[in-house]
C-alpha cells in the first residue's frame, strides 16, 4: 500500500501540534512522549479468533458504551469492514485471504481492531495541551478536561482511530480505547476484551512477555504462522500486537515505517528554531500580514482620519 501521502499529512498534523505546543510551557512537558520501560501488552492469535464479537460485547459493558446498532450475537456486520468510533472502541471484522477447506469454501481470518497504545504515539506528540498521555503501563489516556477539541491527534494518528464525538454539541470528547487503565491499574485487572475471549485468542501480560510467547509460537510451529509480529516494530512497536497465519496486507493491516511518527516531526522542529524560525516568529509574520491587508481595505478618507488622530 503506497501510504505517502497519508504519512505526509499526518506527520504535517504532528509537526503543526509540536511547533505551536513547543511555546506552550507546562502544557508541551505534560504531552511529551515517551516509550515506557515496561509497558503492559495484549497479543492478539488471529489463528484462534472464531468473530463471535464477545469482546466487542465486554468493551461496551466495562465502558458503558450505547446499545450497538446491531445486536451482539448477529455476525453479519462481520463483513462491514468496519472501523472503531465513538460508541464501540473495538470491532471485529471478517476477511478472506484465500484459503481454501476440504470442500473447496473459503476460509475466514477474523481482525479484532482497537486503539494499538503506541510505544511512542502521534497522537499525544500531536496533541497541543496535554489532553492524550503515555502512562508507564502502557494506556494512551484522556483527560476530557484538557482537549479544547482541536483533532489534532485524529490526524497525527496513522491508524486512524480517535473519534470525536460530532453528536455532542456541547461537550463533545475525542473517544477511543482506554486500554481498561482503571482495571489493569488494579492488581492482576485484565482488559475486558483479553478477559472475556472465550477461545483465549487475546494473551495480556508485559509486553516483553508476550512479545516473546509470540516469536516462540512462530518458532514453534512455522506452518500455522507466518514470520511476523504485527506491532513489535510498527511506528515504533504498539502495545497491542498480532500473530497471524497470513500476510497482514490481507487482513486490513496497513505497512507503516519502523520508526515512531513523532520522530520526524521533531526534527523538523529542531530544523526550524536552529534557523531562528520560530513558531512566535510565524504568528508575528502571519499578524504582519494581517495588519497590510486591513490597511489596504481602509479607504484614503479613513487613514486621513486616522493620521489626524494621531496628531492631536
Ligand atoms: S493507535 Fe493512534 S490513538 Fe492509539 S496510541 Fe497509537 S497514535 Fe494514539
Ligand atoms: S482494552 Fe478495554 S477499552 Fe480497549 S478494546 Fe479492550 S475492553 Fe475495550
Ligand atoms: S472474543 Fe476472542 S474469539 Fe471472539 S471475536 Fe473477540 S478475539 Fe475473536
Redesign the pocket.
Given at each position: 500500500m503506497n501510504i505517502s501521502r497519508r504519512f505526509f499529512m499526518k506527520t504535517s498534523a504532528v509537526a503543526v501540534g509540536g511547533a505551536v505546543s513547543a511555546k506552550a510551557g507546562t502544557a508541551k512537558a505534560e504531552s511529551r512522549s515517551r516509550a515506557p520501560a515496561d509497558p503492559f501488552g495484549c497479543l492478539?492469535d488471529l489463528t484462534?479468533?472464531?468473530?463471535?464479537?464477545?469482546?466487542?460485547q465486554a468493551c461496551n459493558e466495562v465502558n458503558h458504551l450505547p446499545e450497538p446498532k446491531v445486536a451482539f450475537d448477529d455476525t453479519r456486520v462481520l463483513d462491514c469492514k468496519r472501523r472503531p468510533d465513538q460508541n464501540a472502541f473495538t470491532v471485529?471484522n471478517r476477511y478472506y485471504p484465500g484459503k481454501k477447506d476440504e470442500q473447496n469454501r473459503l476460509v475466514p481470518t477474523?481482525a479484532?481492531i482497537q486503539c494499538m497504545h503506541c510505544q511512542d504515539p502521534a497522537c499525544v506528540s500531536a496533541c497541543i495541551v496535554g489532553a492524550l498521555t503515555k502512562q508507564e503501563n502502557g494506556a494512551v489516556i484522556y483527560d476530557k478536561s484538557k482537549c479544547i477539541g482541536c483533532r489534532y491527534c485524529m490526524v497525527a494518528c496513522p491508524f486512524g482511530i480517535p473519534a470525536y464525538e460530532y453528536d455532542q454539541p456541547f461537550t463533545p470528547e475525542v473517544r477511543k480505547c482506554t486500554y481498561c487503565f482503571e482495571r489493569i491499574s488494579k492488581e492482576g485487572g485484565k482488559p475486558g476484551?483479553a478477559s472475556?475471549?472465550?477461545?483465549e485468542?487475546?494473551t495480556f501480560g508485559k509486553r516483553d512477555t508476550v512479545l516473546a510467547l509470540a516469536k516462540d509460537k512462530i518458532k514453534k510451529d512455522p506452518g500455522r504462522y507466518i514470520n511476523k509480529v504485527y506491532g513489535e516494530e510498527e511506528v515504533g512497536g504498539t502495545s497491542w500486537m498480532y500473530i497471524s497465519e497470513h500476510p497482514f496486507e490481507k487482513l486490513g493491516f496497513l505497512t507503516l515505517p519502523k520508526k515512531p511518527l513523532p520522530t520526524l516531526p521533531e526534527t523538523i522542529q529542531h530544523t526550524i528554531f536552529k534557523f531562528m524560525w520560530a513558531p512566535m516568529t510565524l504568528f508575528a509574520a502571519l499578524a504582519g500580514g494581517m495588519w497590510v491587508f486591513n490597511r489596504r481595505q481602509m479607504t484614503g478618507e479613513d487613514i486621513s482620519e486616522e493620521r489626524g488622530a494621531d496628531n492631536e
Amino acid at each position: 500500500m503506497n501510504i505517502s501521502r497519508r504519512f505526509f499529512m499526518k506527520t504535517s498534523a504532528v509537526a503543526v501540534g509540536g511547533a505551536v505546543s513547543a511555546k506552550a510551557g507546562t502544557a508541551k512537558a505534560e504531552s511529551r512522549s515517551r516509550a515506557p520501560a515496561d509497558p503492559f501488552g495484549c497479543l492478539v492469535d488471529l489463528t484462534q479468533c472464531v468473530g463471535c464479537r464477545k469482546c466487542e460485547q465486554a468493551c461496551n459493558e466495562v465502558n458503558h458504551l450505547p446499545e450497538p446498532k446491531v445486536a451482539f450475537d448477529d455476525t453479519r456486520v462481520l463483513d462491514c469492514k468496519r472501523r472503531p468510533d465513538q460508541n464501540a472502541f473495538t470491532v471485529v471484522n471478517r476477511y478472506y485471504p484465500g484459503k481454501k477447506d476440504e470442500q473447496n469454501r473459503l476460509v475466514p481470518t477474523y481482525a479484532k481492531i482497537q486503539c494499538m497504545h503506541c510505544q511512542d504515539p502521534a497522537c499525544v506528540s500531536a496533541c497541543i495541551v496535554g489532553a492524550l498521555t503515555k502512562q508507564e503501563n502502557g494506556a494512551v489516556i484522556y483527560d476530557k478536561s484538557k482537549c479544547i477539541g482541536c483533532r489534532y491527534c485524529m490526524v497525527a494518528c496513522p491508524f486512524g482511530i480517535p473519534a470525536y464525538e460530532y453528536d455532542q454539541p456541547f461537550t463533545p470528547e475525542v473517544r477511543k480505547c482506554t486500554y481498561c487503565f482503571e482495571r489493569i491499574s488494579k492488581e492482576g485487572g485484565k482488559p475486558g476484551c483479553a478477559s472475556v475471549c472465550p477461545v483465549e485468542a487475546i494473551t495480556f501480560g508485559k509486553r516483553d512477555t508476550v512479545l516473546a510467547l509470540a516469536k516462540d509460537k512462530i518458532k514453534k510451529d512455522p506452518g500455522r504462522y507466518i514470520n511476523k509480529v504485527y506491532g513489535e516494530e510498527e511506528v515504533g512497536g504498539t502495545s497491542w500486537m498480532y500473530i497471524s497465519e497470513h500476510p497482514f496486507e490481507k487482513l486490513g493491516f496497513l505497512t507503516l515505517p519502523k520508526k515512531p511518527l513523532p520522530t520526524l516531526p521533531e526534527t523538523i522542529q529542531h530544523t526550524i528554531f536552529k534557523f531562528m524560525w520560530a513558531p512566535m516568529t510565524l504568528f508575528a509574520a502571519l499578524a504582519g500580514g494581517m495588519w497590510v491587508f486591513n490597511r489596504r481595505q481602509m479607504t484614503g478618507e479613513d487613514i486621513s482620519e486616522e493620521r489626524g488622530a494621531d496628531n492631536e
